[in-house]
C-alpha cells in the first residue's frame, strides 16, 4: 500500500505539475493575445484616423468644387477651364494685393524722387568714374572723352530741367493780368 501511495502521490505531483505548465502556457498564451489585440487595436486606431482624414480632405475638396462650380455656373468667372480651390484662389489674390501695393509704393516713391535724383545720381557716378579714370597711370583718353560727353549731356538735361521749374515758378509769382496782385506776394522791382 505504501507504493501505491507513492505512486498516486507521484502521480498528483506529476498532475501538479502539467497543470502549472498548462496554466503557465495559458497565461503566456493570454498574455500573447493581449499585446496582440493591443497591436490590432492600435492599428485599427490609425486606420481609423487615416480615414477621418481623407473623409475631411474629401469634403473639403467637394465644398472647394461646389464653391468653384457655383462661380462657374454664375458666370463670375471668363473661363470654365480654370479649376482652382477656394483656398488656391485667396492665396492668389493675396499675392495680387500685395503686387498691387508694391507697385503703388514704388510708384509714389519714383514720382516723389523720381528723375531729379536719378540724373543727379548719374552724374555723382560719372564724376566718381572721371575722376577715377584720371588718376590711373595708364589713361585712356577714348574712356575719359566718353564719361566727359555722358557728363555734359547729363549736366545740359539738369540745367534744362531747373530752367523750367524756375520758368514755371516765375509764371507763378506774375502778377495777374487785371493789374491786381496777389495778396500773399510782395514784388520788389
Do not use: W
Not at 507521484?10 to 505548465?21: A, D, F, G, T, V
Not at 468667372?77 to 514704388?106: D, G, H, M
Amino acid at each position: 500500500m505504501q507504493t501505491m501511495n507513492t505512486d498516486s502521490g507521484n502521480y498528483s505531483i506529476i498532475e501538479n505539475s502539467l497543470r502549472y505548465l498548462d496554466e503557465e502556457k495559458v497565461y503566456k498564451e493570454i498574455q500573447t493575445l493581449v499585446q496582440q489585440l493591443q497591436g490590432a487595436r492600435k492599428k485599427l486606431q490609425e486606420i481609423h484616423n487615416e480615414k477621418q482624414l481623407e473623409t475631411q480632405k474629401e469634403l473639403q475638396n467637394t465644398q472647394e468644387n461646389y464653391y468653384c462650380d457655383q462661380l462657374e455656373d454664375s458666370n463670375l468667372l471668363n473661363s470654365k477651364e480654370i479649376k482652382i480651390t477656394y483656398f488656391e484662389s485667396k492665396q492668389i489674390e493675396k499675392v495680387l494685393t500685395e503686387l498691387k501695393e508694391k507697385i503703388e509704393y514704388l510708384n509714389e516713391k519714383l514720382y516723389k524722387r523720381g528723375p531729379q535724383e536719378n540724373l543727379e545720381k548719374q552724374i555723382y557716378i560719372l564724376s566718381d568714374q572721371l575722376s577715377k579714370e584720371r588718376v590711373k597711370a595708364v589713361k585712356d583718353t577714348k574712356v575719359i572723352q566718353d564719361l566727359k560727353n555722358q557728363l555734359h549731356e547729363k549736366s545740359k538735361q539738369l540745367i534744362s530741367r531747373d530752367e523750367t521749374i524756375i520758368k514755371h515758378v516765375k509764371e507763378m509769382l506774375k502778377p495777374m493780368d487785371n493789374g491786381e496782385q496777389d495778396e500773399d506776394i510782395n514784388f520788389v522791382v
